[in-house]
């Protein structure tokens, strides 16, 4: 089971330290690395080609007391690690998007088919995970997976893909996916937002929640269960600034209150104000909602009103939005929470995998209740989100892994469409590589962060069928399944050494006169409260 290796054990290859690694590229990018490369060096091991390695864990004997025969996760001298079923400890290096029509577009079907098959299409066209060729290209994507150290076949791993054909061999996420309520969903116009507080909802995700976790609840590599992908909590500033709306920038609040009389997230609206306000004529001054004076205004009048747009007192009514926030996320997770540990009360429970400028105060209480492990998602530099990560942590106090996030440069066949990662500013892959290095080291050096997942394996170009966006997937070998070799030689030797840079981990500390840096999402006219 080549994936519990904990220390980044090859079978017969010789384990090359940084010089090696780094001897095909240019002397610049040697001198941009130097201290990096002294800094893993001090972990680097060399193995014979032929030796029979036990880890320094496993040798000692102490983490047979760990092994639960499932994925849990400890703090062990002050530093957060998974721990895998047979007790070992590791830091899940995770890739997202193996997807079939990554493989099969118009410019590598023919040299995917003649390597893996003819049968990866059935005779209508339809991808057939079920056929010897759907082996044979996971089997491909799990070989390079184990030369390049990863351990985990991260959520966006299409679901086309049936999960029997990975799931003995890496650690995977099982995804529930209840509701549209991503960004990218709610664009591409597959709302609405639930109604979390209607039975019908309740119901539905209850049945769904069942089958998804049926399945996996004796997996012993199931890394936890991942509620739904980057939920709109509030538009992005950069999605505030493009619609030049920074009052009902909390989607989810809104869509509550666009609900006919008789709804119960329009009634759970209702309730939240009665307890904010005296009277139903001060909300309608605060929010802007025409009334008759001389006639008053009952609170039932509110549930009619479906138009909460213009709001006269800005601050006050994002402030009512934003408390409302924590009353559907509440409910949110509380129902998730419920439904999984009824029929599944060992594995972890990840949560939704959301932005990193998304989280709020009004999140804090209710993650800390019905998580586990927190899961974001980032394509900034590490020096960009290292503060906001320490915030999250010092928060929750619950351990972090970025669950998506990579950055890239626009390759001449993606000009169209760019790339998953571009607006990092990567003008080369030499600037990528140093991009990536610094965000791997940075992350494994920090005692509570212990994952991250690429976005990305294979690179896509223009002219392949679109995923859940526009933009190109990045990858670190072409679409041919050739490697960028000066990338991935430094992938492979920072994936092995992951734990050994862990183990070294320290807490990152926050100013204590500026203690938490406010989320990136918040709007900079809002009150936090």
């Known amino acids: 089971f080549f994936f519990h290796a904990e220390d980044g054990i090859r079978d017969a290859q010789e384990s090359r330290g940084l ?9 610049m990018i040697e001198l941009k690395y130097k201290i990096v490369r002294i800094f893993i060096g001090i972990f680097s091991l060399v193995y014979s080609s032929n030796a029979q390695v036990i880890t320094m864990e496993a040798a000692d004997g102490k983490n047979l007391e760990l092994a ?17 079923p047979d007790g070992q400890k590791f830091w899940s290096t995770g890739v997202n998007h193996i997807e079939p029509h990554l493989y099969l577009a118009p410019y590598n079907k023919y040299e995917t088919m003649t390597k893996y098959g003819k049968d990866l299409l059935d005779d209508k066209g339809k991808f057939n995970s079920s056929s010897v060729s759907a082996h044979r290209l996971i089997d491909g994507q799990i070989k390079i997976a184990k030369d390049l150290h990863f351990n985990t076949f991260a959520k966006h791993t299409h679901p086309s893909i049936d999960k029997s054909l990975y799931r003995e061999k890496a650690y995977y996420i099982a995804s529930f996916e209840t509701a549209p309520v991503a960004d990218w969903q709610i664009l591409a116009d597959q709302g609405p937002l639930p109604d979390v507080f209607s039975t019908d909802f309740q119901n539905h995700l209850e049945k769904t929640v069942k089958e998804v976790v049926l399945k996996h609840k004796n997996s012993p590599n199931l890394l936890g269960y991942l509620y739904c992908d980057v939920p709109l909590w509030i538009y992005p500033t950069h999605v505030q600034e493009m619609l ?7 989607p989810w609040a809104e869509a509550m209150t666009r609900l006919g009389v008789s709804s119960p997230g329009k009634r759970q609206w209702l309730e939240h104000l009665k307890g904010r306000y005296s009277n139903a004529e001060e909300v309608a001054k605060v929010w802007g909602i025409y009334y008759i004076e001389m006639y008053g205004l009952a609170w039932d009048d509110l549930l ?13 009514a994002i402030s009512d939005m934003r408390s409302f926030m924590g009353v559907i996320a509440e409910k949110w997770y509380s129902l998730h929470y419920k439904a999984v540990k009824k029929y599944d ?28 492990v927190v899961a974001i998602q980032s394509f900034s530099q590490w020096k960009d989100d290292k503060d906001q990560v320490a915030w999250i942590y010092k928060e929750l106090g619950k351990p972090i892994f970025n669950g998506d996030g990579s950055h890239a440069y626009v390759h001449p066949k993606q000009q169209e469409h760019k790339v998953k990662g571009w607006w990092s500013g ?8 140093k991009m990536y290095t610094d965000q791997m080291i940075g992350m494994m050096s920090t005692p509570y962060v212990i994952g991250m997942h690429h976005c990305g394996i294979i690179q896509q170009w223009d002219g392949s069928a679109r995923g859940d966006v526009s933009s190109n997937e990045n990858g670190f070998m072409d679409p041919f399944e050739k490697y960028y070799t000066n990338w991935t030689d430094v992938i492979r030797e920072i994936n092995a050494n992951a734990v050994k840079i862990h183990r070294e981990a320290k807490t990152i500390e926050l100013d204590p006169l500026h203690p938490a840096p406010p989320p990136r999402g918040i709007p900079s006219n809002a009150s936090m409260k």
């Open 304 to 316: 009619k009103i479906k138009n909460w747009a213009t709001p006269f007192d800005s601050k006050r």
């Open 426 to 433: 990567s003008k080369n892959i030499e600037d990528v590589i």
């Open 345 to 372: 009360n060992k594995h972890l429970i990840i949560g939704d995998k959301s932005f990193i400028d998304t989280y709020e105060e009004y999140m804090m209480p209710v993650l800390k209740k019905y998580i586990d």
């Open 19 to 27: 010089g090696d690694v780094y001897k095909r590229q240019t002397l």
């Open 244 to 250: 030049n709306e920074y009052e009902m920038v909390y």
């Open 68 to 84: 639960r025969g499932y994925v849990y996760v400890k703090q062990i001298d002050d530093v957060w690690w998974f721990i895998g």
